[in-house]
């Protein structure tokens, strides 16, 4: 598999569920502004929208968005601990989670990552609806769960974590939610959160003693 990515962009997402399952794939950098890949590939001949992830599979079949890259990893790996108990009812909890990701919190980061700098208004306005989304996340989260499904992590988390993480990017505090910055916390001490964290150099290597 190929996995085309951003680093620290929500194609992380992608890498980390790809490493929790053992999966082994090439990733390749794109250069989304203009358009290519680190080998020069015309990336929307790739992927025509033109952003990350793009998972390109054995047989040359190209999957793109989160929202159906992740649970499509989960469930042809049934033998895996991210499958769990895959019946409807989970299925249906957990794509709710991963179309608010994608719609509602994701979008909400919009504003900050838009290459310039917000007058005071639109950063008050961008704050109130980032805190608004992330109180949702708090909302869901307040019965003490360890994941956003409960006590086992799912792919869901993976692309939840990778975009509240963005609020260490652009400095907004989580202090307001507790459940949220546990959570954070939570997830980035993974093996595989930390090892994709690493690969895409936003985790430092410890030094040798």
């Known amino acids: 598999m190929k996995l085309y990515f951003k680093p620290g962009a929500c194609s992380m997402s992608s890498r980390i569920v790809l490493i929790e399952l053992g999966l082994p794939f ?5 250069d989304t502004e203009n358009g290519k890949t680190e080998t020069g590939a015309d990336y929307r001949a790739i992927n025509p929208k033109g952003y990350v992830p793009a998972l390109e599979l054995a047989d040359g079949s190209i999957l793109t968005e989160n929202a159906a890259i992740l649970p499509y990893l989960a469930e042809t790996h049934p033998g895996s601990a991210l499958a769990g108990a895959r019946g409807p009812l989970h299925r249906a909890r957990e794509q709710a989670w991963l179309s608010f990701t994608s719609s509602e919190l994701h979008k909400a980061f919009g504003p900050y990552f838009s290459g310039r700098p917000l007058s005071d208004g639109e950063k008050e306005h961008a704050d109130r ?13 307040s019965d003490g769960r360890n994941f956003i499904m409960g006590d086992t992590f799912t792919v869901a988390d993976a692309y939840l974590f990778v975009v509240l993480n963005w609020t ?3 400095g907004f505090s989580l202090d307001p939610w507790p459940h949220v910055g546990a959570y954070l916390a939570r997830v ?20 040798a003693a």
Not at 26 to 30: F, G, L, M, P, R
Not at 129 to 141: F, H, K, S, T
């Open 168 to 170: 260490g990017f652009i």
């Open 188 to 207: 980035a001490a993974r093996p595989a959160t930390r090892e994709a964290l690493r690969q895409e150099g936003l985790l430092s290597e410890a030094p």
């Open 129 to 141: 609806n980032l805190a608004r989304r992330i109180g949702d996340v708090e909302q869901g989260l």
């Open 26 to 30: 090439d990733a390749i950098a794109v």
